[in-house]
């Protein structure tokens, strides 16, 4: 009797698309294109089908784009039409690359402008009420209403006011009351939260030092450095090998022994007494 064998093959097994769009949410200016990440297994030319609530498509700039390896690839993709600032609404629809199609619904939101990570560091006084100007970094020509809060270990000694207006140039003002809390050289961290009437959250890092005279903080800081805490070990590493080389000690040579017998040899200690000593009084010539 002949044995059969079957072999049942996937050729698509192996295939892995993956895609995410832009972490919380679609957020733009208006006409500003954007990303989604995808990445593959095997190459493909991705397939892009999704509309807005508003009656607009997204399409993928260069159509001829292509994604292979594991490696996240930004692709770009923009809207048929631009809205004005101040709209928002939900994306749905899918995205297929290879045979993987993954299905999409992502909110989008346009803003007048937005505000760019930055920090802030400043000096306060460890006894009195210090108030800090934030110089805001903003992209973008409009302006907006936003609320502000303070997060972090900053809040308990920071305060700020509970709204305002921004635009390109704008600046907000923290209030720094010690109560106790603040000593000198302490170094508090700490967030300022922006939030629009459309939901969207940005952050602004703040860092303070305490100071009890003006000038000091410059000192702590610098202290704080890696790089000069590099150079002072190392400064201290040498002063240390310089210090600890020890001296070279002088070697006198013995003076040797007179043996007249062998007893002198047997018992040197009578040798010792036995061998003639100069007079250093009555040296003879």
């Known amino acids: 009797d002949e044995l059969w064998g079957l072999n049942l093959t996937k050729p698509t097994c192996e295939e892995e698309f993956e895609v995410l769009p832009p972490s919380g ?20 030319q991705p397939q892009v089908s999704i509309n807005s609530n508003d009656g607009r498509s997204i399409a993928i700039i260069d159509s001829t784009t292509g994604v292979k390896g594991e ?56 006894s009195k009420s210090t108030d800090i100007s934030i110089e805001l970094e903003i992209e973008g020509d409009g302006s907006r209403t936003v609320e502000l809060f303070v997060e972090g270990p900053l809040s308990r ?16 003002t923290l209030t720094v009351e010690p109560n106790g809390l603040l000593t000198p050289g302490m170094l508090a961290r700490g967030e300022v939260i922006i939030v629009d009437d459309l939901g969207k959250v940005e952050r602004v890092d703040v860092e303070v030092t305490g100071e009890a005279i003006a000038g000091t903080a410059d000192v702590i800081r610098t202290f704080r450095d890696p790089a000069s805490l590099t150079l002072i070990v190392c400064l201290l590493v040498a002063l240390w090998v310089v210090l600890g ?8 040579p013995l003076q040797p022994v007179a043996v007249s017998s062998v007893d002198d040899f047997l018992n040197p200690t009578n040798a010792l007494f036995s061998a003639p000593q100069e007079d250093p009084f009555n040296r003879q010539e």
């Open 25 to 44: 949410g679609l957020t733009t200016l208006p006409g500003e294109s954007f990303f989604f990440a995808m990445k593959s297994t095997e190459e493909c």
């Open 71 to 126: 490696t996240w690839k930004q692709v770009e993709l923009s809207f048929n039409r631009q809205v004005s600032a101040g709209k928002f609404g939900l994306l749905t629809g899918f995205i297929g690359c290879g045979n993987t199609t993954w299905d999409i619904a992502t909110p989008w939101s346009t803003h007048f402008n937005r505000v760019l990570p930055s920090l802030t560091q400043a000096d306060v006084s460890t």
């Open 157 to 172: 000694v920071a305060t700020i006011q509970e709204s305002a207006v921004i635009q390109e140039g704008s600046s907000i």
């Open 245 to 252: 080389i020890e001296k070279k000690q002088k070697i006198i």
